[in-house]
């Protein structure tokens, strides 16, 4: 009914509204009274996590499009390497684990085959697993060594939405901890991150407030055949995320690239017209911003219609956008927490106009219990 909607028309629409709580009730209590991280469910003690050389994250979905995303920070903060693995792909390969391997297990419902099947066989092979999960009780933290919960609440979307951005806090707060006990970060640092991750909600609640901008966006874009996403660093992962939506909810072809690769091959696909999402990283020192113009130059000569999302204050990029969204502004590292909403609010009305059952998309589950 419409109240269990909160009086809007998807479930999906409402946990998009709901992410600004989502994300805070996700970070609430992870500080303690002396300043320092505690994640009270982990059940790993800190000479385990001491002796972890290597990470091996795995997932399906949308909560792998997570993991990428925490391999970036994970490795930017402790100097651990991370690789992010299909979770229906890696038992198969016969993955080398050891008892100094960490496997990190995302799932929203956890119940996911692919997933289960995977840290059944890490554990066999003696590696730690850690499980990041939304739904207490689910089998695959209850077969995980530790676990980090998230808390968004029941998703009913078959979407996820406010699943993906708690997960995306839970593998920020993971990448922290871990930096606090390896001692490659010092408190006053973890502080900094922390304090920037409490700002996230209000954030997330700026961006919601130009939904109905995006929703005009989403309407011109009806009779759009196939839509591609650019991003670059923590960008290209959400990338990846606006495309999956779109194929979900609007059985449009999508497809994300990074947006260094697109000269390699993908460029052949511009055409006049095509629209493409452009996830620009916030300006900072490393050039990735700069590179970023570069790219939506390319597509742009050959034709292309770019919707750039860039920080508000950005005007560098107003001459290579023929549609402007405003994102708060925040290091590159947590720049998925709000770029990614107006790409869900986008594919949800898209869906919705085009008159799709956004909650329940066609030939889709909300959790997959078959390998
Ligand atoms: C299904 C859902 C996706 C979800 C994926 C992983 O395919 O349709 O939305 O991302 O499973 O689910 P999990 O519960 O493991 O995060």
New binding site residues.
Partial sequence: TAAEKDGHDWFMRKEIFEQPRAVADSLLGRRNASGLLELDEMRLDDSELRDIDRIIII??????YAGMVAKYAIEHWTRVSVEVEL?SEFRYRDPILTRSTLVVA???????A??LQAIRHARTQRSKVLSI???NGST?PRESDGVIYTYAGPEIG???TK??VT?LVACYLLALYLAQVKGTFFGDEIHHVMDQLDEIPQHIESVLAEADQIYKIAREHVDATSVLFLGRHAGYPVALEGA?KLK?LAYIHAEGFAAGEIKHGPIALIEPGLPVFCIVPPRGRDHLHDKMLSGIQEVRTRGARTICLAELDDETIAPYADTLIGLPKVPVLLQPLVAVIPLQLFACELATVMGHDVDQ?RN?????TVE
């Avoid at 995302?106 to 996911?112: A, C, D, L, R, Y």
């Avoid at 889709?364 to 997959?368: I, R």
Wanted: a negative charge; proline letters at 3%; charged letters at 10%.
């Fill in positions: 997932a399906a979905g949308t909560s792998y979770a995302i799932s929203q419902s956890g119940e996911t692919d997933t999960c939304n739904t695959i078959v979407a996820s699943g993906y997960q999956l979900e998309p889709l589950a909300k959790s997959v």
